[in-house]
């Protein structure tokens, strides 16, 4: 040992003073370029985007995982991927439909009855206060299977899924309103608004509806309110994208669709397909509404209740004034309101103008009941002459528009171009083009969809990879390409595959923003914020028996699990009660049953449990599925699942390894060893400041949990040495050390923490 250490040392010395044992002398900057073929140019992306080790983010985006059900987040401008959140699919790792409090939470998202384990993310939206992001909450919809998801940003975990109680899919989810009061979300494919309800396509026109659902968000609960919550019932047209407006225009909102020709398709009955006929006027509607007065409405009783929900009909929203209708440009997909609340900017994906609507024109319409005809279902139809601001030849295929820092500026995406057009949009003209791979659906800028943007970089979320990666088999990854906006021309930075389903919509927010807690309060049920009834601090972990159900109040701490044996009857229903007892940053356990397909992630404080049927007999061992520290691999138990009737012989015990008086005065001596170390930790610390650290009052509360077990054990030992039992006072020595190590390994990193962060000698 001391040999091998002296020869690394002297290796170090020699390569350090003589350069022995490298190849050649260190490459130069020129050289890197040579060899990697790199321009200037590419030098000037990487330096606008490498983000050094141990330096963070500016900004943090969440975006969609379309397919997969979940969320992704990354940083910007590095472009690396912090978590795949999971939402609407069980994820393991995070224990996310594995154990018993997220499969509660996936529960809600169950649609009559029946259990739905995938989801179709698109949209994302981040809670906001006066139409600003203030990093509270987020919000995604299900375009399959039409729910939101609200996820808490305070721990990253999702804690509500709603169904929606009238439609049958949706698109346009989730947009919030400037106070995150309501989350909007707006049905696609028209169908009956009563559940389980039949009625044939001949009845498309009188029977089936679109409609739009304002989710009331209770932010002190963090919840949405479905009790609050109310829909307006819409013609059967594709209602797709929706945004809120925002100073001027709050209290409305701006919903717009496709295949308002209400067309039904069939090739199997003889008749053009639905592509054919649902594009086959120049324009659809983008609906108005007035969802400030359709809540007073509701709050009246003038809706009608269809499954227990409040729905406005078209009569009474007409009546009442609260619902109009403007032709778009065909087939529209982005609705996008300016920062200024001021102008809604459609595209017409169809045609090659973005068309800029202006507010104030569309109240004084209103407002001098000015319409050019009303639509089948009577809803007043206003004229787009009289509401359009502006109209810009920007190219083929415009989609979604983001706004920028500056006054004025917006990027919209060109899907068959594949081009990102920056333009203005107060002056009606086209200002830069970039190029993008290929074909850009949504596009997404820095809070670019708040009051205040932020500039400084957009994200193109193409559709297409095709030769931007190595390749990886028929099923390409995504490709989000970062731009640089910053300056008059846009360049190109970054090219990041996105190998999780497909992103539809993104936003970034501040990092600064977003300030995530490291633990729990011990004992707290994350998916409900609420104190668990399963929680066990240190010294009350049990095994309760109830007939044939088991319960196991357990407690994780490194590296142990209490219980570490729990045994069972064959066909007992048990129950896995689990506290991580840590309080230390990043000190997660995860816990595992071999073959009963359960999972937990415990992280700090957090109580999870797990629940299977002990249906086959035999030995299975559970443990530590996070290495959390230098025993984590014996961070382990045996759960024992006995045969019907099984007795104990009388005399067995478990195997013994032989540890002599000699073995038990080794480990003394290593107790002493160890101890005169953490004097010295502990030493250092107590002469500094490191009160004014939380993270270190923390690490020091937990290194104190390990030392305080030492008292026990230390009895356990000296009483055995006393009755020569040098097995048991052994093992109770080692145990001891155990705690010492532990205490030892928390002190030793609050040490390099204090001598990072500039910790004052007090003493
Ligand atoms: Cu793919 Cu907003 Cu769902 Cu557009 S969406 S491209
Ligand atoms: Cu706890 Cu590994």
């Not at 002459?385 to 060109?414: E, M, N, R, W």
């Not at 797990?610 to 290495?627: I, L, M, R, S, W």
Request: neutral net charge; aromatic residues 10%.
């Amino acid at each position: 040992m001391m040999k091998s250490l002296a020869v690394k040392a002297i290796t170090v010395l020699l390569v350090a003073t003589f350069g022995i044992g490298t190849a050649c002398a260190a490459e130069s900057l020129q050289d890197v370029m040579k060899r990697r073929s790199l321009s200037q140019q590419d030098l000037l992306s990487a330096a606008k985007t490498y983000t050094p080790s141990g330096k963070r983010d500016e900004f943090v985006a969440f975006s969609s995982g379309g397919q997969s059900g979940q969320v992704i987040i990354y940083g910007i401008p590095s472009m690396r991927i912090l978590k795949y959140l999971a939402v609407f699919t069980p994820e393991p790792w995070q224990g996310y439909g594995y154990d018993e409090e997220s499969k509660e939470v996936l529960k809600g998202g169950w649609i009559d009855g029946k259990e739905i384990t995938w989801g179709d993310t698109h949209h994302p939206a981040i809670s906001e206060t006066n139409g600003q992001y203030d990093g509270q909450f987020l919000f995604i919809n299900d375009k399959a299977n039409p729910r939101i998801a609200v996820i808490d940003l305070r721990d990253y975990e999702t804690k509500q899924i709603v169904v929606n109680p009238v439609f049958k899919s949706e698109h346009g989810g989730a947009f919030v309103t400037p106070n995150t009061d309501y989350v909007i979300e707006a049905s696609q494919y028209a169908a009956p608004l009563e559940p389980k309800k039949f009625y044939p396509l001949e009845e498309f026109n009188d029977k089936y509806r679109g409609g739009i659902t304002y989710w009331k968000f209770d932010r002190g609960a963090g919840r949405i309110d479905t009790s609050k919550s109310f829909s307006i019932e819409l013609p059967p047209y594709s209602q797709d994208l929706s945004d809120a407006g925002k100073g001027p225009s709050d209290g409305w909102s701006f919903t717009n669709s496709f295949c308002s020709e209400r067309y039904v398709g069939g090739i199997e009955r003889g008749r053009p397909p639905f592509e054919a006929g649902c594009s086959a006027k120049d324009t659809d509607y983008m609906h108005v509404i007035n969802w400030e007065k359709a809540a007073k409405l509701v709050a009246q009783g003038k809706a009608k209740k269809i499954n227990g929900h409040d729905v406005l009909m078209i009569d009474t929203a007409v009546k009442e004034g609260i619902l109009f209708l403007i032709p778009e440009p065909k087939s529209p997909h982005g609705v996008d309101v300016t920062p200024d609340g001021k102008f809604i900017i459609v595209s017409g994906k169809l045609d090659t103008h973005v068309s800029v609507f202006s507010f104030e024109k569309i109240m004084a319409a209103i407002k001098a009941g000015k319409f050019e005809s009303k639509d089948p279902y009577g809803i007043p139809v206003i004229s787009m002459q009289d509401t359009l601001h502006t109209q810009v030849a920007l190219g083929l295929g415009p989609l979604h528009t983001q706004y920028d820092s500056k006054k004025c500026i917006a990027y919209t995406s060109l899907y068959v171009d594949s081009q990102v057009a920056k333009w203005d949009y107060c002056e009606g003209k086209v200002l830069d083009k970039i190029s993008v791979h290929y074909n850009i659906g949504h596009l997404m800028t820095m809070e670019g969809d708040s009051v205040n943007p932020k500039g400084r970089y957009l994200v193109a979320l193409n559709k297409l990879a095709i030769d931007r990666f190595n390749p990886v088999g028929p099923l390409h990854p995504q490709n989000h390409q970062l731009i640089d906006i910053s300056n008059d021309k846009m360049q190109l930075l970054y090219d990041m595959p996105l190998p999780l389903g497909e992103p539809h919509y993104a936003v970034a927010i501040e990092a600064s923003k977003l300030k995530p807690a490291v633990r729990y309060k011990v004992g707290t049920n994350s998916r409900t914020d609420k104190p668990h009834p399963g929680a066990a601090r240190a010294g009350e972990e049990r095994i309760e028996r109830n007939g044939n159900k088991v319960t196991v109040y357990g407690t994780l701490i490194r590296s142990h699990i209490t219980p570490e044996i729990i045994e069972v009857d064959v066909g007992d229903e048990v129950t896995i009660n689990l506290t991580n007892l840590e309080r230390a940053e990043d000190e997660t356990h995860g816990f595992t049953v071999s073959t009963y397909n359960v999972h937990a992630s415990a992280e700090p404080g957090k109580t999870v449990s797990v629940k299977f049927k002990a249906d086959k007999e035999g030995v299975y061992p559970y443990y530590c599925t996070e290495f959390c520290s230098a025993l984590h691999l014996e961070m382990q138990g045996y759960l024992l699942v006995k045969p019907k009737g099984w007795k104990p012989a009388p005399s067995k015990e478990i195997a013994k390894a032989t540890y002599t008086e000699e073995d038990y005065r080794a480990t003394l001596k290593k107790i002493a060893d160890t101890q005169a170390v953490i004097d010295v930790v502990v030493g250092y610390i107590t002469s500094t400041n490191y009160k004014d650290f939380p993270d270190v009052v923390n690490m020091v509360d937990d290194a104190t949990d390990q030392l305080n077990r030492i008292a026990g054990a230390k009895t356990k030992y000296e009483a055995a040495a006393a009755k020569k039992d040098w097995e048991q006072a052994n093992l109770w020595a080692e145990q001891v050390f155990q705690y010492q190590v532990k205490a030892a390994d928390i002190g030793l990193r609050a040490k390099t923490y204090l001598e990072q962060n500039g910790a004052k000698k007090v003493k």
